[in-house]
Structures are given as C-alpha cells and as structure tokens.
C-alpha cells in the first residue's frame, strides 16, 4: 500500500490516505518520496480549477526522492539512485511528438496528479522515462521544484533559442520568476526584473536581476522600449499587453507561462516589428536533464521554504496566501 494525504473534495483537507497501486507494470518505477514541491498547479487541481480533478486527490508533482522498484523491462535506472518526477508520469513514447522528443506534448501524456496520485505520499509510481535522474551537485531537497516550476521557466530559454547576448526580461517575482532570473542570468542575458513589488528588488538582485522595474510604472516599461529578445511572463494576470509588445525588440517574444485568462494585443506593431506572443507547458525529458546539469554546473536552486508533509493543509494555506518566498517544500515521513 502506498501512504498518502488525500482530499476527498474540492472544499476538504488533505487526510491520511491510503491505496493499492496495483502490480508494477514492465515500464514503471516506484519512487520513495524523500522532498515534495507544492506549485500553484497542486491549488488548482485540488479545487477543480480546471474540471480535470478526480477525487480523492493526491497532488504532487515535484518529487525528489530514489529509486525504490523498478519494472521487469526498465534500463538505466537502479534501487536507490535519486530521481525525481514532474508535471508528467507518462507518455506514449510513440507519436509524433514523442518521437520528436517532446514528450510532454504528448497527446496521450499522463499528468502525475491527474488521473494519477502524486507525492503527497510516501510512494509515487511513473513510467521509467519520466523519472529523471538527479545529478551530483543538485541536492534533494533543493531540486523538486525544478521538476515542474524550473523546467516550465527554463525550457522557453532553449525553445526560442534566446542568445547569450541577449536581453531577458521575467514578469513577476514569485515560484517560477525567481528561478528564471537565475536561469536567464547564468544563460548569459543581461536580465531585467518586472514586479509590482518594490520590497523584492534586493532579492531580485540577488537572484541575477541586473535592472528592477516597477511594472505598475506605466512610465518604467515604457523607457524599456524595443529592448528585449525575451519577455517570459509568470504571472497570470490581465497586463498592457500592447506595453509589454513594446518593450520587445524587433524579432522578440513575449512568452507566457503563467495562465492569463486571454490576451489582447494590437497586431500591427507585432506585425512591423516580426515580434511574436507564445507560450509553453513544462518541457520534455531532454530538457529537464539538461536544465538540472545546467542547475549543477551553476548552483542554481530555488529558494525554499521547508513544511514537513504531515502539515499539508498548514502549507496549501501558506501557498494560497501568496507569501512563499518562493516555493514551498514538503518532507516526507515527517
Ligand atoms: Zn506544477
Ligand atoms: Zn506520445
């Protein structure tokens, strides 16, 4: 039996569940949960945000922990070696997208918390391929996060081919803008931070931010004027869409990962500078190995703030609260 904290309903609390995960399929490993990352996406599941959500749930889905039981076919993997597992469990390794090696677009790809029980556990079952080994120089309890949050802000980097020489703009200073900063920084880019909040500018700083802009300063993005390859927004909030075109250079993006309900932007100055709006969910298996090499190679780690598991509830409360600075980490078997 696998040991988990369930909600039985949108409005309940997580409460000690447990379940029978079957037989270990030929392809599947089991990972003992050692560290468990909470993102927003675990909120919006747990409360049905997104009419995906089977009760009862078990959310989850920034793991780190070891290898505990590997299939009859699996290679590569061994009992004990750390790993860790993210937005996504399982994919069909076979369509177009898989074969391209964007897995995470499979059609079919299975996300750890949907349909599925996450790492509020003690176990959490995956196919073998999508349990991503943890380099030496990343540590445990640093890299969940990196599993769902740092592979969604690392990814567009490495999509749209930003060049080292380039400049990055990141909208929003919370669990996926304060690991961008440090991505796009140890990228190469000069970085500038977009926050509403002028009491997070030493901290961006600190994280790599070169500049620090007020974005409620119609006045600040408008002096940002045709000055960035990239603008990667983490905030789901309404912008001046139009302003933040603006701010791109000719040919540049403005890339969303954070789920704004819709967007409206006036076409012609995208259309006469090339400059293009996109967006992106995690990134495949490829992506989150080079991304945690690249967190290894320079001691990049999101900042943390540590609930043992059993304080659940404590912890999706400090979450919905907006005060996490930046992600919260779960302990299990504590
Ligand atoms: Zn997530
Ligand atoms: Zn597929």
Redesign the pocket.
């Known amino acids: 039996m696998f040991h988990a904290y369930a909600a039985s309903s949108a409005d309940s609390l997580f409460e000690p569940f447990e379940y029978d995960p079957g037989e270990l399929g030929p392809d599947e490993v089991d990972v003992q949960v050692e560290y468990c990352g909470i993102c927003h996406s675990d909120l919006s599941m747990k409360q049905n945000d997104w009419g995906i959500t089977s009760f009862p749930f078990v959310g989850g889905h920034e793991v780190a922990g070891r290898v505990a039981a590997i299939g009859e076919r699996v290679a590569g993997l061994e009992v004990g070696q750390r790993v860790g597992v993210g937005w996504t469990s399982q ?5 177009n ?2 074969l391209s090696g964007y ?1 995470n677009r ?4 299975q996300g750890t918390i949907v349909g599925r029980h996450g790492g509020f556990a003690d176990r959490v079952r995956a196919q073998a391929e999508w349990c991503l080994p943890i380099p030496d120089g990343v540590a445990s309890v640093d890299c969940g996060p990196l599993f769902c949050g740092g592979l969604t802000v690392f990814n567009p980097l490495a999509e749209n081919a930003v060049p080292p020489t380039g400049r990055v703009g990141v909208v929003g200073i919370g669990g996926l803008g304060h690991m961008a900063l440090q991505f796009a920084r140890a990228w190469g880019c000069e970085v500038t931070a977009f926050s509403t909040s002028p009491e997070k500018e030493d901290e961006a700083r600190q994280m790599g931010a070169h500049r620090f802009l007020n974005s409620r300063d119609a006045s600040a993005l408008q002096s940002a004027a045709g000055r960035f390859d990239m603008v990667l927004v983490t905030v789901n909030a309404a912008l001046d869409w139009d302003a933040y075109v603006n701010t791109l250079r000719p040919g540049g993006t403005l890339h969303l990962v954070g789920a704004a309900e819709k967007i409206e932007a006036t076409v012609f100055p995208m259309i006469m500078g090339q400059k293009s709006i996109s967006a992106s969910p995690t990134g495949s298996i490829v992506r989150a190995t080079e991304m945690l090499e690249f967190c290894a190679r320079h001691e990049i780690k999101p900042m943390v703030e540590q609930f043992p598991m059993s304080r659940l509830n404590d912890a999706m409360d400090h979450l919905a609260s907006g005060q996490p600075r930046y992600r919260i980490v779960l302990t299990a078997g504590e």
């Open positions: 994919s069909c390794l076979r369509c997208e898989c897995q499979c059609p079919d790809a």
